[in-house]
């Protein structure tokens, strides 16, 4: 009864959308936009939020906006129940019917999720760099944590305290949503990620790397996706070194944790951007590629899509 109590309480607290009373209609979508962060994210760390300045640009742009509270790491399917109730939270708020996701990284499989599950409460999908066939990276990981070993206990600690020492730093408390960054690595994997579209197949390709998935799905939902290819992208960004290493495990043109091949489904707006995996979220602090496209300019052109096609 408590835990409930506490959970209703947060959602009631973060359920406030980002609007802007004078803004233009560049990007006024008929349905709420619902921003959902990757794994080990957060709401706002020293005054940066996860997704940089990226809320308030849409809604400066008429777009209505909500960012998901879902747990900072877990398996996909734990975190896309989550969702489901974030957003029956954001229905009951705003009034409409449905709402528009968008989800980056981990929240790329968790909207995909949300859209299978109940695909009536779900206008549309949009994934930014979504781990849709799984992380060479995460690969590595796991192949070095053996299942059931006291490696894999020690290391499970260690990721959820840093989970939760995020939450503690951005102001949010430390959640009464689960931790596990165990299964979150296991949902990451090639094989997790297999398993997954096996049972999500929604606007997969029909191969790695096809570019052939569906705009408009079977349930009525419209999915779409965009991605980096780029790991080292601006000298100024402290990150970029740390992306280009952890991108030589790709052999492929990836954006440091995830392949554009593995980002692509639905409509793929592109798959090139020069961008890394932080670059496409407007991190860090708006850091990017100096003769690239402002990664906030692509969500806003992506809400006018959806506006334009009556989402």
């Not at 990981?141 to 206990?153: F, N």
């Not at 570019?211 to 290819?229: P, Q």
Request: charged share 15%; glycine share 10%.
């Amino acid at each position: 009864m408590k835990k409930t109590l506490i959970i209703a309480t947060l959602f009631a607290f973060l359920i406030t959308p980002f609007t802007q009373a004078n803004a233009s209609t560049y990007a006024k979508t008929q349905y709420p936009i619902v921003l959902v962060h990757g794994l080990f994210g957060f709401d706002d760390v020293l005054w940066v939020d996860y997704f940089y300045k990226i809320p308030y640009k849409l809604a400066d742009n008429g777009a209505t906006v909500y960012t998901a509270t879902v747990s900072p790491a877990n398996s996909t399917e734990v975190r896309g129940e989550q969702l489901l109730a974030y957003i029956d939270q954001v229905l009951a708020h705003s009034g409409a019917d449905k709402v528009n996701l968008i989800g980056h990284s981990h929240g790329g499989p968790t909207i995909r999720y949300a859209a299978s599950v109940a695909p009536e409460k779900v206008a549309s999908v949009t994934s930014v760099a979504g781990v849709n066939h799984g992380s060479k990276v995460a690969d590595i990981v796991r192949a070095g944590i053996r299942d059931g070993s006291t490696l894999e206990g020690v290391a499970g600690t260690v990721f959820n305290a840093f989970a939760n020492v995020l939450e503690l730093v951005s102001g949010s408390g430390i959640s009464a949503l689960p931790t596990d960054s165990i299964a979150a690595l296991d949902s990451l994997s090639t094989r997790g990620s297999e398993r997954f579209n096996a049972r999500y197949p929604e606007g997969l390709p029909s191969s790695y790397c096809a570019k052939d998935g569906k705009v408009l799905e079977d349930n009525g939902v419209f999915y779409f996706s965009w991605s980096g290819g780029s790991t080292y992208t601006n000298v100024l960004d402290v990150a970029d070194p740390l992306l280009a290493i952890t991108g030589l495990a790709f052999g492929e043109k990836n954006d440091g944790l995830v392949s554009s091949c593995s980002s692509q489904l639905g409509y793929v707006i592109r798959d090139d951007y020069r961008m890394n995996h932080l670059d496409e979220v407007n991190q860090t602090l708006g850091i990017h590629h100096l003769f690239e496209t402002d990664p906030i300019q692509v969500f806003i052109t992506q809400a006018n899509r959806l506006k334009s096609i009556g989402l």
